[in-house]
């Protein structure tokens, strides 16, 4: 099994979003990842749709000025995958950790994948107060995809080696990625923490769905981390710029 990195474009904001009482501002990798298992391809989220490229502000709204954008033509995932003679229609299998801009925003140009998300983040989406209070647009999302909705922890292939873990807390039902690989085993984070300093401080973002879980999850991570497993982190800009990109595998 083979894990690579896909780089989806830059978000630049105030800092204090992403470690709450930080100054000055931040710039945030927008990550996809792609695992290719004997049995099939994975994608573990599909970053930033498309038309940010040329207007945040018309997708967006006004989340877009609380951002800007580094993403231009060829960084959206469909041109990664195609980059890797890959074709977006032929991927299977998108595992959403959850339902953020930057995370969902490709989820239009994989037509036959089937998403894998945990069911209370899925009915936190079709919420529309939650909708609002977590700044969901449904139409990243709501798209009449097949649908794995998990209750928990989830072994896709049954053969321990891509699981579903559940981190929630930086939204209702956010999840991670635990991947066993020949070079040991691999937990991509996603927005259960953003940083390295997420971690080792205990620092959240300046907007949580619900505190207390989102802590549960990083003590969850730490136990991972001791245990041995290597975390990549969400948004971590200095980690990321030390892995090596696709074609290149991670791991
Ligand atoms: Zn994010």
Same mark, same amino acid.
């Given at each position: 099994m083979r894990v690579l990195a896909l780089a989806c474009g830059w978000l630049t904001g105030d800092a204090g979003l992403f470690l709450a009482g930080e100054a000055g501002r931040m710039r945030l990798p927008v990550p996809s990842w792609l695992i290719e298992h004997p049995r099939g391809r994975v994608l573990f989220d599909s970053g930033m749709h498309p038309e940010l490229q040329r207007d945040p502000r018309a997708r967006l709204?006004?989340?877009? /000025?609380v951002f800007e954008f580094s993403y231009g033509p060829g960084e959206d995932v469909a041109s990664r995958l195609r980059a890797l003679e890959i074709d977006p229609a032929s991927i299977r299998l998108l595992v959403t950790s959850h339902l953020h801009f930057d995370h969902v925003g490709g989820n239009a140009s994989l037509p036959n994948a089937r998403v894998v998300v945990q069911r209370r983040e899925w009915e936190a989406g079709r919420d529309p107060d939650l909708v609002r209070r977590n700044y969901?647009?449904?139409?990243?999302? /709501?798209?009449g995809h097949d649908l794995l909705l998990l209750d928990g922890e989830h072994d896709l292939f049954g053969d321990g080696s891509v699981v579903c873990v559940p981190t929630y807390g930086h939204t209702p039902g956010h999840q991670s990625l635990r991947l066993r690989t020949g070079s040991g085993e691999l937990v991509l984070t996603a927005d259960a923490c953003y940083l390295r300093r997420t971690l080792e401080r205990l620092q959240l973002p300046g907007t949580v769905f619900d505190r207390e879980a989102m802590l549960a999850s990083l003590q969850r991570l730490r136990a991972l981390e001791s245990a041995g497993a290597r975390l990549l982190f969400g948004h971590d800009a200095e980690q990321w710029q030390s892995l090596p990109r696709a074609p290149e595998p991670v791991a």
């Open positions: 709204g006004p989340v877009a /000025d969901y647009d449904p139409r990243d999302y /709501d798209l």
